[in-house]
């Protein structure tokens, strides 16, 4: 079945350096590919999408890579920030638009 | 717009009762989703759902869990006979269509427990 793997489980930072979070999909017919950012005891909230027919996307301090050939597609933070600690998730969604499948979720830590 | 509401936020039932999840989409969607979320895990699909119809519930357990999303009020999820391995946060999510890149919005989620 389709599935998505998301690496690292955790990640810690020193603010003001960047994190990347990696992802690669099964399903070769996926192609939104929308990451959520989970505070602790928070509903899931969208941070930044990206559509097949896209290379990169960014907005302000984040920025999404998505490399259809190799089914992997990444998270970029830069100058990352204390309220930046949270869990992010990747996920993968077909065409269909109704199975988005998530990846396991990267806990941040972002120190001060 | 409220955005997606579910209730109960947190819901305690002991082991053999019933648990019933509610989730109103938010104002003009008619596309709900239910997913699972176990401690310290991530966010497993459920079930899709659109007025009156299950489109896909291949996350769904064969057993004691059941959707519904009526024509008139909420979408339920139902639990019966809940275990231990139940407790978990469900969340429903919400979209106005389902094309693709359509962004689906998150309610808070309701923490069930079970003892």
């Known amino acids: 079945g389709e599935n998505v793997e998301q690496h690292p489980s955790t990640l810690s930072v020193q603010e003001g350096d960047s994190a990347v979070i990696k992802c690669t999909y099964s399903?070769?017919?996926?192609?939104?590919f929308p990451w959520y950012k989970q505070e602790l005891g928070k509903r899931p909230q969208l941070i930044i999408d990206?559509?097949?027919?896209?290379g990169e996307k960014k907005d302000q301090r984040i920025a999404v890579t998505l490399n259809k050939t190799a089914k992997h597609f990444s998270l970029h933070i830069t100058e990352t920030q204390p309220e930046d600690s949270a869990v992010y998730f990747c996920?993968?969604?077909?065409?269909?638009?109704?199975?988005?499948?998530f990846g396991a979720g990267t806990r941040l830590f972002v120190k001060a | 717009n409220a955005g997606v509401m579910q209730n109960p936020r947190h819901l305690v039932r002991r082991r053999g009762q019933e648990a019933r999840l509610r989730c109103s989409p938010m104002?003009?969607?008619?596309?709900v989703y239910w997913y699972r979320q176990l401690p310290e895990e991530g966010l497993k699909f459920m079930v899709y759902?659109?007025?009156?119809?299950?489109?896909?519930e291949s996350g769904m357990p064969k057993e004691r869990f059941s959707a519904e999303f009526p024509k008139e009020g909420p979408s339920i999820l139902r639990i019966q006979q809940v275990v231990r391995g139940d407790s978990a946060a469900y969340f429903c999510?919400?979209?106005?269509?389902?094309?693709?890149?359509?962004?689906?919005?998150f309610g808070q989620g309701t923490r069930l427990t079970v003892v």
């Open positions: 759902l659109q007025k009156e119809n299950i489109i896909d």
């Open positions: 999510a919400s979209s106005q269509d389902r094309g693709p890149n359509t962004e689906a919005f």
């Open positions: 399903d070769s017919a996926s192609n939104y």
């Open positions: 996920a993968a969604s077909n065409p269909g638009g109704f199975k988005t499948i």
């Open positions: 104002k003009g969607h008619s596309h």
């Open positions: 990206i559509r097949s027919n896209v």
